[in-house]
């Protein structure tokens, strides 16, 4: 079987500095320190080369695909282990064989794969191969809606299509209000198309893309998990518009994206939740000024595993 791994197909290398952080702000030290660790699905590698520097007793990356070749970024001593699709964590993975799993960016993905899982078997899977005691950090897309989806699409590239060339028309609108509404939605009818993101069905019945929340604490309370925290983690920034810009001029907005992103992220003053949305504001408005950027809500979950019998009675 020939394929070709999500992020080559992609261009991922060059877009991911782009969308989101998700470094210092994903997963915390002591989580990692003396810990075994995985990271799923890790992409380019560049979280467990993170993950490397804060003292794991071990780290291991894995891919979907068989064939997916070891990351250029991933440190040496990391385990690498290929064919690690959503419904073969359990025969890939051991049993009660780490104490955090690190899944960034992923969950949201896996029905476009043909795989029949979802995020329920996912965490239920993962609460498999963690001990007990151990803890999950899971970020995703949060449900966004796009206007004009009002019943679930069955034809999502007719849908995709129909919503950009509306979405064309409202940018010629003379009303900046409605000007917004077609920048945006282009942007993220782009994004979608983009990531290869799949449809999901809305709060009222609409197409829509990324988890609902509230479906998604369900599933870690179905699957046996105590929730330790829920946060609206940054957005994800996507830039639709590059313009003309070499491939080196891209890689340094990109670096430039990432440096801004980092001190914003790592003051103080977004550690408190009542704080945090304006520093996201202010982030926001000063990546605009570099380039022009859609974005859409990222959510993080950190969960644990309870040890039998702790939490009863
Ligand atoms: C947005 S990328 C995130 C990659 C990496 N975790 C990161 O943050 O850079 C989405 C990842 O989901 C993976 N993925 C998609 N469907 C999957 C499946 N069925 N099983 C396992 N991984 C899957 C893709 O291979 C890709 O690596």
């Known amino acids: 079987m020939t394929c070709t791994a999500w992020e080559q197909e992609r261009d991922w290398a060059t877009i991911r500095p782009f969308v989101y952080y998700q470094l210092e702000n994903f997963v915390a030290g002591d989580l990692v320190a003396g810990r075994d660790v995985v990271d799923f699905s890790a992409g380019l590698g560049d979280l467990s080369e993170y993950v490397a520097t804060l003292g794991p007793k071990s780290l291991t990356a894995t891919a979907h695909h068989p064939e997916v070749e070891r990351p250029e970024r991933l440190p040496d001593d990391a385990a690498w282990v290929a064919g690690v699709g959503a419904q073969d964590i359990t025969e890939r993975l051991a049993p009660d064989s780490a104490d955090l799993i690190l ?33 999950v950090v899971v970020s995703t897309h949060a449900y966004f809606d796009l206007p004009g989806g009002d019943t679930v699409a069955d034809d999502l590239d007719g849908y995709l299509l129909e919503t950009r060339e509306e979405a064309a028309r409202l940018v010629e609108s003379d009303d900046p209000i409605v000007r917004r509404i077609g920048e945006d939605t282009l942007g993220r009818v782009d994004l979608v198309r983009y990531l290869g993101l799949p449809p999901r069905e809305g709060p009222f019945g609409a197409t829509g893309f990324g988890l609902k929340v509230p479906m998604l604490l369900q599933s870690f309370f179905r699957s046996g998990y105590r929730v330790d925290l829920v946060e609206d983690l940054e957005p994800f920034t996507y830039p639709y518009h590059l313009g003309d810009r070499s491939g080196d001029a891209i890689n340094a907005l990109g670096a430039e994206f990432m440096e801004r992103k980092r001190q914003a992220f790592t003051s103080p003053e977004y550690q408190d939740a009542y704080r945090r949305p304006a520093v996201l504001r202010r982030v926001l408005e000063d990546l605009r000024s570099l380039t022009a950027v859609t974005c859409v809500p990222i959510v993080r979950v950190v969960a644990t595993r309870p040890v039998e019998g702790f939490n009863e009675g």
Not at 122 to 130: D, E
């Open 103 to 135: 899944a960034r960016m992923v969950i949201q993905f896996p029905t476009m794969e043909h795989d029949t899982v979802d995020v329920d078997d996912i965490l239920s899977q993962m609460s498999t191969v963690l001990r007990p005691g151990g803890t």
